[in-house]
């Protein structure tokens, strides 16, 4: 296009946007005044270069949903406009990508079998929606977000192949986990300022989840253990998150992925995060007891052995075992409470719709409230079982559950390649970051309520499309790289 016809043509668009914009704001309706702004701001970014419009939006959640939690993922727009965070950001990613799409620029979508296999969830998710739809209205469409927050790996996986995109990602990423901990301790110590003065229209704006700021923990462990940051630095801002994990009560689904990815790091013989553990975790647990000691505890009540009845509760699959500390005397219910329920799902699918599941808006609480032997409270109202493996089985059947056993023998398949690419390629480190938070969380819902809600689900899709386009290079990439020197990260790779 002539370039001073293009001059005009965007001129008269926004002309006419900030028009529109102005009559909104003067009709007190500033739906219409937002949107114009957004369109102003994405063609400004376009104008301006650098990172694309849509990896602005989509850091600007990844960093709401670490530090914010629950209380971003409940904000909107505006009162007129109920969009969520997540739907927003996907909305303006998987606009951007069609688009470049289209135009040749970049390509989201590759022929391999992880990308296969996200396509099956997505569109044999989408096919059962149909039904429910009718069936269950929005409470349907809501079930579905598990299925379709997929489209983030697209998006991300869109953004990996521009550099200034992909970096932006990671900073943000990387800069919100750094921060956590600051934010998590800081609600902690002054709960009323968080939960009643720092306020959005009558909500909490920062609001944890406690399971889930663990997982967040243990991901950002590793992906700081990619940065090219001074070791000092990687390893206080690490063990800061680390340690402030294991004095959450409900991180013991985290714990399991922790487990997972520092086996992944096994298999790349990179020791940094395990030598990290081995120096951290003797010194905490001695500074434990010697305040235990000091201040004449009982034993049996004192943080020492609740951390060890902790961990131990993770082996009690039956929820038998009998636990004295106060903060883990109910852990054993709790153990029986996921098995009771994941057994009625599955007996329910079985019974239902094993091939196909029960549908989206289908209530997977309902017979495990009237059949478990506790009582749960008149204000139950969890929808999904603690664990996205019967969450998706319950929803979509044995059809669902082997699309997802599929995309995780992808995942496992790349991680390996990658792991073993990594002995010797320091290039590849930061790519190893990407699927360390990748296999954190989907560890974590596996055991928890984290791949089915947008604060876990859209950090997962999307580290897992950069994890996924940052480890495979085309020839031309390898043979760029080849030229390139050895050491592209040298202080990460150092202690790493």
Excluded at 378 to 390: G, K, T
Aim: glycine share 10%; hydrophobic share 55%.
């Amino acid at each position: 296009m002539n370039p001073r016809l293009q001059l005009w043509l965007v001129g008269a668009l926004g002309s006419a946007l900030a028009v529109v914009g102005a009559w909104g704001i003067a009709q007190e309706n500033y739906t219409l005044a937002a949107a114009a702004v957004a369109v102003i701001a994405w063609l400004a970014l376009e104008w301006i270069g650098g990172p694309r419009p849509e990896a602005w939006g989509l850091a600007a959640v990844l960093v709401g949903y670490v530090l914010a939690n629950r209380g971003f993922a409940q904000l909107s727009f505006s009162s007129q406009l109920p969009l969520l965070p997540a739907e927003a950001a996907l909305a303006m990613g998987l606009a951007a990508t069609l688009l470049r799409m289209a135009r040749r620029d970049g390509a989201a979508v590759r022929r391999d079998a992880l990308n296969l296999a996200v396509l099956a969830w997505l569109i044999v998710g989408a096919a059962r929606l149909w039904p429910d739809l009718r069936a269950h209205g929005a409470m349907a469409l809501r079930d579905f977000a598990t299925i379709y927050y997929a489209l983030f790996f697209f998006v991300a996986q869109g953004l990996a192949a521009h550099a200034p995109s992909a970096r932006l990602l990671r900073t943000a990423l990387v800069g919100a986990v750094a921060v956590l901990p600051v934010t998590f301790f800081l609600a902690a110590r002054f709960p009323e300022f968080f939960l009643g003065t720092l306020q959005v229209r009558g909500a909490p704006l920062i609001y944890y989840k406690e399971d889930l700021v663990a997982a967040f923990f243990f991901a950002g462990f590793f992906l700081i253990a990619t940065t090219p940051w001074p070791a000092v630095v990687r390893a206080g801002v690490g063990l800061a998150g680390y340690g402030l994990a294991f004095t959450i009560a409900s991180s013991r689904a985290a714990i399991m992925g922790l487990l997972v990815t520092g086996a992944w790091w096994a298999v790349a013989r990179r020791w940094g995060p395990w030598k990290l553990q081995a120096l951290a975790a003797p010194l905490a647990l001695a500074v434990i007891a010697i305040v235990a000691v000091a201040r004449g505890d009982d034993f049996r009540q004192s943080r020492l052995y609740g951390l060890y009845e902790h961990v131990a509760s993770m082996a009690d699959f039956s929820g038998t075992g009998r636990y004295t500390t106060d903060e883990r005397r109910y852990v054993g219910d709790n153990n029986r409470f996921r098995l009771a329920w994941w057994r009625s799902v599955a007996e329910e699918t079985r019974d239902g719709g094993p091939v196909f599941g029960l549908g989206f808006g289908y209530d997977l609480a309902d017979r495990f409230v009237k059949t478990y032997e506790l009582d749960l409270g008149e204000d139950f109202s969890a929808r999904s079982p603690h664990s996205v493996v019967f969450t998706v089985l319950g929803r979509m059947g044995m059809v669902g559950l082997l699309i997802l056993v599929g995309i995780v023998g992808a995942m496992a398949a790349a991680t390996w390649r990658l792991a073993r690419r990594v002995r010797t390629d320091d290039a590849a480190l930061p790519a190893l970051g990407w699927w360390s938070v990748a296999w954190v969380l989907l560890v974590s819902g596996c055991f928890g309520v984290v791949l089915e809600g947008p604060m876990g689900a859209v950090i997962f899709w999307t580290a897992l499309g950069m994890a996924h386009a940052t480890s495979t290079e085309s020839p031309a990439d390898e043979l760029e790289r080849a030229r390139e020197p050895a050491a592209a990260l040298p202080s990460a790779a150092g202690s790493a």
